[in-house]
């Protein structure tokens, strides 16, 4: 997967969170690697196909779903039985290049490959020796497809090479679509597809990406903001990391694009406007034309006879019933969503901005702080402020709510930021360990439950209501503080 795009090499949250490095870089690491159901099994299947049979496993997977990843794991976890050749797809590389890697891969001495004027006959022979072994040589190129048409078919005759016991070389190949090439592996071609990520899924692996990397807390993001990822992203892990990285720093959610094109929107929307347009003037002509239309059934009824009019009595009218569309353009269509998508965002913790004027009119007279705020002028003196201990915080309420402002490793960077904005009430200070090393941290304010607790943050005073914050309960607090103890 892809490396974030416009990721500072430090972003802001990850002193904020006490990670260790950003957890939704491609280059996170192994232990990065999420264990879901569907992508466990398709690494079992792939190590069923290498062991127990000859099929050439070829996964396709559109780029950011993960094969990059699968294919990394799967070389960790291979045992002492399989030797692996692992190749990086590229266009400049040659078949003579392939055979003089897969001939250090399995063993070959660099003076024996120099001195041989066959190398195909020469990684033959190693093959054989290494069947004879008990050990299956496998060669793993990701991205075969970014690969020219020569090497692939020299790859392909590579993998054709079969003595009395069986074909001499196993693959796993990855590529971001279907190819007609590898077709031609007289029927040894098993298809793997890898899916995406499930809406289930996917706090699951946003937690592991943040445990990964030193996170100790609840998931910082909320339902509402999940449910905005997976819309965004539909499941695919590179989309799903860009998302969470920008959420942390602050940055607004676009609302996606219909995923109908858009000239099936446009067609839509003209055969509802044509029929609403046919039925309006079919109104109007029968009422210009109403006298006429009564005169002509007047003079009907006048010449038919009784059984007629009998007749004409049982039949009943066709009625057609036409349902008023809440949405009948594709603007108003946008317009709508784009208002549910602000009043969800509106919502979210990590967004305190400044309430709209007319939003303020509106609301229901707000509960009185119990947190007083004053943002200290340049030329006033800075002083030291109280605050609660951490024997406070152990008799808070479990299910309250807290701020949690900021973390530090330096004890003088709470206090200046106490200072900085003058904090005063129910504000607190507790330690907890990170790495073997005592993290200070700040929490603000107390509140019965998390709806309380955003209200009340948006009265905050700028600049602190801009400030990231992360709502936090006091169990979680406490748990802290109880394995600092």
């Known amino acids: 997967m892809s490396s974030i795009v416009n990721s500072s090499a430090e972003p802001s949250y990850i002193s904020r969170l006490a990670l260790t490095s950003s957890p939704f870089n491609a280059d996170a690491g192994l232990g990065a690697f999420f264990h879901g159901e569907q992508i466990d099994q398709r690494l079992n299947l792939l190590s069923h196909l290498v062991r127990a049979s000859d099929k050439v496993a070829c996964v396709f997977a559109k780029p950011g779903v993960g094969k990059s990843s699968l294919l990394n794991q799967f070389q960790q976890s291979a045992g002492d039985d399989l030797r692996l050749c692992c190749i990086e797809g590229e266009s400049s590389l040659t078949p003579a290049s392939i055979i003089t890697q897969c001939l250090h891969s399995f063993g070959v001495d660099e003076s024996e490959t120099r001195q041989s004027d066959n190398q195909p006959v020469l990684l033959q022979s190693r093959l054989k020796r290494l069947r004879g072994l008990n050990i299956k040589p496998v060669l793993l190129i990701d991205n075969v497809d970014k690969c020219s ?6 790859v ?3 993998l054709l090479w079969a003595d009395e016991e069986g074909f001499l070389l196993q693959a796993v190949l990855s590529a971001s679509s279907v190819m007609s090439e590898l077709e031609s592996i007289h029927g040894r071609q098993q298809r793997v597809d890898l899916p995406k990520l499930t809406e289930h899924e996917l706090p699951n692996y946003l937690m592991h990406r943040l445990t990964a990397v030193g996170y100790q807390g609840e998931l910082p993001f909320t339902p509402k903001v999940l449910k905005q990822f997976y819309r965004h992203s539909l499941g695919n892990p590179d989309l799903l990391n860009k998302l969470a990285h920008q959420q942390l720093l602050g940055l607004t959610l676009k609302s996606p694009r219909s995923s109908m094109p858009f000239t099936m929107t446009q067609l839509l929307s003209l055969l509802k406007w044509i029929s609403l347009g046919a039925l309006v003037i079919s109104l109007i002509v029968l009422l ?10 007047t003079q009907s009824d006048l ?19 036409i349902e008023e569309d809440e949405i009948v353009s594709s603007e108003q269509a946008e317009r709508v969503e784009l208002t549910a998508l602000v009043s969800e965002l509106s919502l ?45 915080i152990l008799e808070q309420n479990s299910s309250h709510y807290t701020f949690q402002l900021m973390g530090s490793w330096q004890h003088s960077e709470v206090t200046e ?4 904005y003058a904090l005063s009430g129910d504000v607190a200070e507790f330690q907890s360990m990170r790495n073997g090393r005592i993290w200070y941290a700040l929490i603000y304010g107390v509140y019965p439950d998390k709806q309380t607790a955003l209200q009340q943050s948006k009265k905050w005073p700028a600049p602190l209501n801009t400030l990231p914050s992360w709502l936090r309960r006091f169990d979680s607090v406490k748990k802290q503080l109880k394995d600092r103890e």
């Open 149 to 154: 048409i020569e090497t692939i078919a020299a």
């Open 156 to 158: 392909i005759a590579c």
């Open 288 to 297: 210009i034309f109403q006298d006429s239309v009564n005169s002509l059934f």
């Open 303 to 321: 010449n038919e006879t009784p059984e007629e009019i009998l007749l004409l009595k049982d039949e009943t009218l066709a009625t057609v019933v």
């Open 348 to 392: 979210s913790p990590s967004e305190n901005t400044l309430a709209d004027t007319q939003e303020k009119d509106e609301m229901e007279p707000q509960l009185e702080s119990d947190i007083s705020l004053a943002i200290p002028k340049p030329e006033q003196e800075i002083v030291s402020r109280s605050i609660h201990p951490q024997a406070w």
């Open 417 to 420: 930021f106490i200072n900085k």
